[in-house]
């Protein structure tokens, strides 16, 4: 295989930063959460309008009904998850918001599991067990500082579920089609549900301050697009089970970010809610990759 121009690394350090940056941005924003997802998907669709007119548009013939259908639940899906997020951002912390949003596996797993039937090792329970306990550690914690603390708690965690709701259906889709295009039509029908949903709650679309439309930009642009598109590009030099660790380091980094930018400073239970969640989640990855791996070799 050909070297990568750079070391893979230094990219999937920009993307984590940069995905990072998506919670800092958002509570920077004063609009409602549903116009600030909105717009975070218009622009993310007008950014990437160009590149699929000119390559990707003749791959929409290649979609069928079925995959029409799970392509708009997906998006439907992905828009609740960042109203719920956006909106628990008000509530409560950066840092417990974000880092109850990494429990994302914990659901894939819970999902797999009921739907697919897929089984799980000893290892992999236990290791949702100790990340499920790290977030109840958050959001006791959060409860005991004020109640509005753990309804934000509460939003994060429902956000997470719909996000890996909306992986569940967009996976099958992004088999047969080039990553580009799946990510074109589901920001798409994202939009539109975004559109109709801020329609229906009777929030403004503007007129807005320039910062306001300089965030809602810099949220298309440097999470959705710069800090995907970086892993998108990694993986094909490192293994996705680096992508998925790498991404763990979210939490850390809009922690840090939400300190020097809003002066949050993190309680106790924070830090060790976050680290129990993240170690179980590291567990996680890394008995999932063996599991993988043993698969393949019996396959091979």
């Not at 974000?98 to 089984?119: D, S």
């Not at 550690?137 to 994060?156: E, H, N, P, R, V």
């Not at 439309?213 to 089970?241: M, Q």
């Amino acid at each position: 295989m050909e070297k990568p121009a750079i070391h893979p690394y230094i990219p999937i350090i920009i993307g984590v930063i940069s995905v990072a940056l998506s919670a800092i941005f958002v509570k920077l924003a004063v609009a409602d959460a549903g116009v600030i997802a909105f717009y975070r998907m218009f622009f993310s669709v007008l950014l990437m309008l160009p590149l699929f007119l000119m390559k990707y548009r003749k791959e929409l013939f290649l979609l069928s009904r079925k995959d029409w259908v799970f392509s708009a639940v997906a998006g439907v899906f992905l828009s609740l998850h960042f109203i719920l997020w956006f909106e628990s951002l008000n509530y409560t912390s950066v840092a417990s918001s974000t880092v109850l949003v990494t429990l994302q596996p914990i659901f894939a797993f819970a999902g797999t599991y009921f739907f697919f039937k897929e089984r799980l090792s000893m290892k992999t329970i236990l290791s949702a067990v100790i990340a499920i306990s790290g977030s109840v550690i958050i959001s006791w914690g959060d409860f005991q500082l004020s109640g509005t603390a753990f309804y934000g708690d509460m939003l994060a965690l429902a956000g997470c579920a719909f996000i890996t709701a909306y992986l569940l259906f967009g996976q099958e889709v992004r088999k047969r089609i080039s990553l580009i295009t799946y990510t074109f039509v589901l920001y798409t029908i994202s939009t539109i549900a975004l559109f109709f949903y801020v329609l229906i709650k009777g929030e403004s679309f503007g007129p807005y301050a320039s910062s306001e439309w300089f965030w809602f930009f810099l949220l298309a642009l440097i999470p959705n697009l710069l800090g995907h598109s970086l892993f998108n590009w990694a993986v094909k030099w490192v293994s996705t089970n680096v992508i998925s660790i790498a991404i763990l380091f979210e939490p850390v980094g809009a922690s840090i970010l939400a300190y020097y930018v809003f002066q949050e400073k993190l309680s106790s239970s924070q830090i060790t809610g976050g680290i129990v969640v993240i170690a179980g989640i590291l567990l996680f990855i890394i008995d999932g990759e063996k599991i993988r791996r043993k698969l393949f070799l019996k396959k091979a």
